[in-house]
């Protein structure tokens, strides 16, 4: 890694970039119009890099999910860059600036492609829906979609619910990804989602973030570095193309992919809840103690505890005991 890399990056992730405000129209001033993109009726931003019809389309926002415009400092600490310990905003923005950066080193190696800059992912991906919906004619030609734009370091997702790519297709380009990269069906929504009627493999790529829309998050450094130095010779002529886009999967092959991938991975407290939610549902209420309010609120608490524990609320500690490491009791229940 150089030290302009990590410079370049840095200065992405001190803008917060809300849908339509003025650092996200910064951000694309500084970083993306230096490279001649283009801005489509939908706020979008495009480039076509090699030839004029290109076959493969590359995907990032400029949006995130900050709850307020302006600034935010960033710290690097070896491996991570991630906000300062007392930071007041809500999140690092590397969802998915990290996509949008991976996508600029590509277009300065000028590997080939449709670049789309997407606007207003994180809002409900309006800016690929109003191109597939009204100028779906924009996409002709194109057989691969790919977006940077997917937590952690292995998934190459071929289900954003229904299926968007084939096995195949996911597997040609696993191949020149960095090691551990494999397919999976658990993704849910980013912009190629939108284009799954009209191009034939679409998909989602892990650029290295963790816990994203959180203040918690962070952007595993190397492994950027690592995914940037496969994308910019990847080899596009060896991209399988499969699915037919007309054919959509059924819905009960959707539910039997993702059954076949849980039983695939029962390591983890998510697995054994969503394989036994009756047995444990009747723990928590009977052995426990729980009731539904309780339980509710835990859950309530915990999907809304950064933004509660940073104003000085309400946060899921508070429902536990004192004297018990579990909360309600449960450790003195489970121990007799």
């Not at 993109?37 to 706020?43: C, L």
Request: include cysteine.
């Amino acid at each position: 890694m150089s030290n302009k890399d990590l410079e370049t990056l840095t200065a992405m992730l001190t803008y917060r970039r809300p849908a339509g405000s003025q650092t996200e129209a910064e951000f694309v001033a500084r970083f993306l119009l230096p490279l001649g993109v283009k801005k489509d009726q939908f706020d979008n931003h495009f480039l076509i890099v090699g030839e004029e019809r290109p076959t493969v389309l590359w995907s990032s926002h400029t949006d995130s999910v900050h709850n307020r415009t302006g600034y935010q400092k960033v710290q690097y600490d070896g491996k991570f860059l991630r906000l300062p310990e007392k930071s007041k905003s809500n999140c690092l923005g590397a969802d998915c600036a990290s996509g949008v950066w991976i996508m600029m080193e590509m277009i300065k190696a000028n590997v080939p492609g449709l670049y789309m800059f997407h606007a207003a992912e994180e809002i409900g991906c309006i800016g690929s829906s109003a191109i597939a919906e009204k100028t779906p004619q924009f996409l002709d030609g194109i057989q691969v979609a790919v977006a940077f734009d997917r937590r952690r370091t292995h998934s190459v997702i071929t289900h954003q619910g229904p299926r968007c790519c084939s096995d195949t297709f996911g597997r040609s380009i696993a191949a020149q990804l960095p090691e551990g990269y494999r397919l999976d069906p658990t993704g849910f929504l980013t912009d190629t989602k939108k284009y799954i009627n009209l191009v034939p493999e679409c998909s989602n790529l892990s650029v290295g973030y963790f816990e994203e829309h959180h203040p918690t998050e962070k952007q595993d450094v190397d492994h950027l570095i690592k995914l940037r130095d496969h994308m910019v010779k990847i080899d596009q002529s060896k991209f399988v193309v499969e699915r037919d886009p007309k054919k959509p999967e059924l819905p009960s092959q959707i539910l039997s992919k993702l059954s076949s991938y849980r039983r695939k991975r029962p390591s983890t407290v998510y697995d054994l809840v969503y394989h036994n939610p009756g047995p444990i549902a009747r723990f928590l209420q009977d052995e426990v103690g729980l009731t539904f309010k309780e339980v509710n609120t835990i859950i309530e608490c915990q999907n809304q505890k950064p933004d509660i524990d940073q104003g000085g609320n309400l946060s899921i500690s508070d429902l536990f005991d004192d004297d018990d490491d579990f909360g309600f009791g449960l450790g003195s229940k489970i121990a007799s």
